[in-house]
Each structure stands twice: as C-alpha cells, then as structure tokens.
C-alpha cells in the first residue's frame, strides 16, 4: 500500500528555469511533509517542509506548495540549476500521538536532471 | 557540529554471516529512526528507539533483525543469518525530539551487500 506516491521517476530541465515535483499521498492523518534530496552514494538531505495548515512554505530557490483537498504537494525550483540534478523524495508524516511514532513515509523518488 | 554518523559506509557479507550496522546521532539528539532502501525503491522505515527503549518497530521484519540504543554508545542494527535480500543501503536519521515538526537529519548510509 503506496501512502505516499511520486508518479515520475524522472524530470528532465534546462538551467535557469523551473523544476516541478510533484508527489500525491492517500492518508488524510498525514500533518506534515517534507522533501529530501539525495545523491548518489550519500544519505538524504533535508530541503524544505510544510504542515498541514499551511498551503505553502517558501526557502530561497525552493517552495513547496500542499493542497489538502486533493491530497498533493509539489515543490518548485526557481532557477534551477546543474547542481539540482539529483533524486527527490516526498516524505510524509502522521501527527506524533499515542498511535503515531512519527516516521516517515516515503515516496520512491524522482530524478531530476537540470541541463546546463 | 558533526552531522549523523555511520559505518561501515559499506559492508559484505557471505550468506549466513551477521552483519552490525552503527549509527552515532547528532549531538544532542536522542531519537533514532532506521531506513532501508531496497533498488530503484524509496526509503522504508524499519525502527525508531530513544536512549534504551525501542518506540516504533512496525517496519522490522519478525526474524533475525534487532536493534538498539544503548544508553552510552552508538545505536546498532543487527542483521542475523543475512540472505541475499537483505542486501540494500540502510540509512539511520536523529532528531532532536520526536514531535511532529521535528527534522530528521540522515547519515551517509551503510550499504550492503550480501554474496
């Protein structure tokens, strides 16, 4: 059961313009999402989050929008650039309580490539 | 301030043999949760522990995996009896505490594989 789904398993972009990931998820218990990056051979790294009642958060280059209602999020790249060629993962969490420990739920990634 | 830490960065194993994952937390962190990314496949959560207690082990197959957090020391994943599936890139994340908005800040990864 994918709670959490990344339907494009690779982006293909020129520099200097826009990135979209998008990522959709089933669970209406999630509360808060976040996106990692990765590169090969190296653990993921924390890019940007977003709770739930927020429908969007924004760090420099990198903006993430949540629609509840449709239960999706993308994040957005503006400019982008070669350095951003890596693989994108959506992860999703429930709020921590007596049933939820918190732990993420992954999507299985995108690879985007941004083209000089 | 040193990030999370793991090793061995990669690890072989003959069919058979135990394999011991470490994973150091980043300083002040007390929340450990384990990940396995299988091939072509998204992280899948495997065990959250704080210090001396596991919280969360709904991803850790019934057989031959275990893992602690001791109260001095890193956490270990500890792979028993390892089969040529178990071969993957297992990722340990720290948080400072386990609150929902709390980030989970991932090591390098110990990859593994078994022949």
């Known amino acids: 059961d994918q709670q959490v789904k990344q339907n494009s398993p690779s982006l293909s972009v020129q520099e200097g313009r826009i990135s979209i990931l998008n990522c959709d998820y089933t669970n209406s218990m999630f509360d808060y999402f976040l996106w990692y990056k990765k590169y090969p051979a190296e653990g993921p790294t924390f890019l940007i989050s977003i709770s739930s009642i927020k429908d969007k958060n924004e760090d420099g280059r990198f903006t993430v929008f949540l629609n509840k209602s449709a239960k999706h999020l993308s994040l957005h790249i503006v400019p982008s650039q070669p350095g951003d060629s890596a693989v994108y993962f959506c992860?999703?969490?429930?709020?921590?309580?007596?049933?939820?420990?918190?732990?993420?739920?992954f999507g299985q990634g995108t690879t985007l490539q941004v083209k000089p | 301030n040193a990030g999370v830490m793991q090793n061995p960065r990669h690890l072989v194993r003959r069919r058979g043999q135990e394999a011991r994952l470490r994973c150091s937390p980043m300083?002040?962190?007390?929340?450990v949760y384990w990940y396995r990314q299988l091939p072509e496949e998204g992280l899948k959560f495997m065990v959250y522990?704080?210090?001396?207690?596991?919280?969360?082990e709904s991803g850790m197959p019934k057989e031959r995996f275990s893992a602690e957090f001791p109260k001095e020391g890193p956490s270990i994943l500890r792979i028993q009896q390892v089969v040529r599936g178990d071969s993957a890139a297992y990722f340990c994340?720290?948080?400072?505490?386990?609150?929902?908005?709390?980030?989970?800040?991932f090591g390098p990864g110990t990859r593994l594989t078994v022949l």
């Open positions: 994340a720290s948080s400072l505490s386990g609150l929902s908005t709390d980030t989970q800040y």
């Open positions: 300083k002040g962190h007390s929340h």
């Open positions: 992860a999703a969490r429930k709020r921590v309580g007596s049933s939820n420990t918190g732990k993420l739920i």
């Open positions: 522990l704080q210090k001396e207690n596991i919280i969360d």
